[in-house]
Structure formats: structure tokens, C-alpha cells
């Protein structure tokens, strides 16, 4: 049996630095009640950024821009030191985190921000960067648009997992990738909830023939600080659910097992056995005995894409070669 935590609260809005504490808090919870794999939810770190789905698309131009930059000022850099705190928690209580981020692109441009998900692994290390490959609707002008390279399945101490970020999962294709490296925990952290949204889980679950866990956002109107600005306009009850969570497990059979947690606060624990997800496939494979390759074949392209690519050597070393 493999033991699997989701934490389910709301994040120090806008505070990288405070919401990065509160998340190492909540792994040694975690791992002081067993678990060997902890999740956050989609944007946990600094806050999923809500407003877009209250201001006017193209609208409210100063605000936006007031946001954006608190959002870009607390978003994560993963080629700077931010995470190290929650690298050490995973090192330290040897224990695998996937933990939503909002990522600020550290090498090109360097003011790019997008909807990343990193699996960190129990020695510490960086496992995986996947960046959402498509922003939904509003959510376009907030970040860019990820690629495949971090669209992987690990093997790790918790099984082979995967990770798709909210209506990621409605992408067919996205969900076959995954599918077809065998992936044995999927994990769904989102800003998604309702009925609606755990029967498309469930669907997953029956369709990968995989455990699914959905980690949903957690907010109410009191979690905005005083100084959000417009806060009045936009989030005047404080009493209001903004999101309230839904987290779950899933079995492989589509059967709910743990939660959902709504409207609630806390750490979400669930007992998997792995070896189900196995056995669910033994009618329905959909990328082994139940595909068509002669008919049908799925072709992603993992290389990082960037838009600018510098070639040639320096005149250092062209000087080098041509003196040999």
C-alpha cells in the first residue's frame, strides 16, 4: 500500500515566501501521519490568481497591471533558490512532493509567467517542471503557453506518476500521452470543483485504468488581504467560497474512495494499492491491447521549444580549431 496526502488549503495570497513556509508545514504533517507522496493544488504557490474570472477580458487595464505585478513579484523562479525550503522538506522527511507553482521564466525573457506543476523527489531534487500547455480562456493573460518536455511519467517511490493542471485533463491527447507511459497514480491538481468536474475524474480513472487524485484550490473571501487592491468590488464577502476544494482519490474502477473534501480545510489521506491500477487493464488498455496502431498513433513532441536557439561556437574556441 502506498499512502498519499492532499493538502487542501488556502495559500498566503500573493506571499511566495509566507505560502512557501506554510507548505513545508504541511509536508511534515503529512509525513508525520505516513504519507509517502504529498500534493498541492494548482497554483498553491503564490495563489491561483482568481481575479481574471471577475475583471472585464481586455478590461480593467490598471488593475490588471497592479496584479500582474504582485503576481510576477511573488512567482517562483526555479533557477534562483526559492523552492530550497521545500526541497529540504522533501529531503528531510523523505517524502515526494507535487506541488503546484506560478513559474516566472528565469533564462529568456525573464518576465514570463506560467502555470507550472514540479514533482520534487524524497532526496530533494527536482523531478519534473510541467508548464500547463494550454491556458483556459481568461487565464490567456496571465501566463504562456508550456510545451511537451515536461509532459512525463516518473518512476518514483510512489509508483509511476503524472501530473495533468486543471482543463489539461480535457485534452484528449495530453491524457493518452500519459496513458501510454504506463502512468499509475494521475494526478490533477485544479481550480476546477463541483459534481461535474469529479465525473470527469472518475471517467479518467475508468478510461487510464489508473488511480486519479484531484487537489483542489481551497479559498474564501476572507483568505484576500486587506491591501488586494479593488478588493471591495471584487471580493467584498468575506464569508464567500470563492473555491471550496473538492479534493478526492479515485480508484482505477472510477469509484470514489477518499472525499471529496469540500468547503473545508485539511489534509486529505488515502491507502492505494498500486497493483489495481494493473489489474483494471486487463479489459481496457487504451495504449496496449485496446489501441489501433495501424489505424492510429499519437506523435508528441517533447523537445523544449524557445524562440530563440544560438548556434555556433565562440570566437575563442573558432580561433582554437583553426590553430589545430
Known amino acids: 500500500m502506498t499512502s498519499i496526502a492532499i493538502v487542501q488549503t488556502a495559500p498566503i495570497f500573493l506571499d511566495k515566501t509566507r505560502t512557501i513556509e506554510l507548505a513545508v508545514t504541511k509536508v511534515a504533517e503529512a509525513a508525520e501521519k505516513g504519507a509517502e507522496l504529498v500534493v498541492f493544488t494548482e497554483a498553491f504557490i503564490p495563489g491561483y490568481p482568481a481575479w481574471v474570472w471577475r475583471l472585464r477580458p481586455g478590461g480593467d487595464w490598471g488593475l490588471s ?11 517562483v523562479d526555479l533557477e534562483s533558490e526559492d523552492l530550497a525550503p521545500l526541497y529540504a522538506a522533501a529531503k528531510k522527511h523523505r517524502i515526494t512532493i507535487v506541488c503546484g507553482i506560478e513559474e516566472r521564466e528565469g533564462q529568456l525573457g525573464r518576465a514570463t509567467l506560467y502555470n507550472t506543476v514540479v514533482t520534487v523527489g524524497p532526496d530533494g531534487s527536482l523531478l519534473n517542471r510541467h508548464r500547463k500547455l494550454m491556458p483556459t480562456n481568461p487565464e490567456r493573460m496571465v501566463w504562456g ?9 516518473l518512476d518514483s517511490p510512489v509508483g509511476r506518476i503524472g501530473t495533468l493542471l486543471c482543463w489539461e485533463n480535457y485534452m484528449p491527447l495530453a491524457r493518452y500521452a ?15 470543483s463541483g459534481d461535474d468536474w469529479i465525473s470527469s475524474l ?3 480513472a475508468r478510461e487510464g485504468g489508473c488511480w486519479v487524485v484531484g487537489c483542489g484550490n481551497l479559498m474564501r473571501g476572507s483568505d484576500i488581504p486587506d491591501d488586494f487592491p479593488e478588493k471591495d468590488q471584487l471580493y467584498p464577502d468575506a464569508n464567500e467560497w470563492i473555491n471550496p ?3 478526492v482519490v479515485i480508484t482505477p474502477g472510477g469509484q470514489i474512495v477518499a472525499g471529496p473534501m469540500r468547503e ?10 498500486l497493483q489495481k491500477a494493473a489489474i483494471a487493464k486487463r479489459a481496457l488498455d487504451v495504449t496496449g491491447h485496446y489501441s489501433r496502431p495501424d489505424i492510429f498513433q499519437l506523435h ?6 524557445s524562440p530563440v536557439v ?5 570566437n575563442e574556441e573558432e580561433h582554437s580549431h583553426a590553430t589545430k
Open 65 to 75: 497591471e497592479q496584479l500582474h505585478e504582485r503576481l510576477l513579484n511573488n512567482a
Open 145 to 153: 503557453f508550456g510545451d511537451a518536455s515536461g509532459l512525463k511519467v
Open 178 to 192: 500519459l496513458y501510454g507511459q504506463g502512468v499509475e497514480l494521475y494526478i490533477a491538481p485544479t481550480y476546477d
Open 202 to 204: 472518475q471517467h479518467i
Open 245 to 247: 476544494g473538492d479534493s
Open 264 to 273: 473545508e480545510e485539511g489534509i486529505l489521506l488515502c491507502d492505494i494499492d
Open 300 to 305: 508528441v513532441n517533447t523537445k523544449p521549444q
Open 310 to 314: 544560438f548556434e555556433g561556437e565562440s
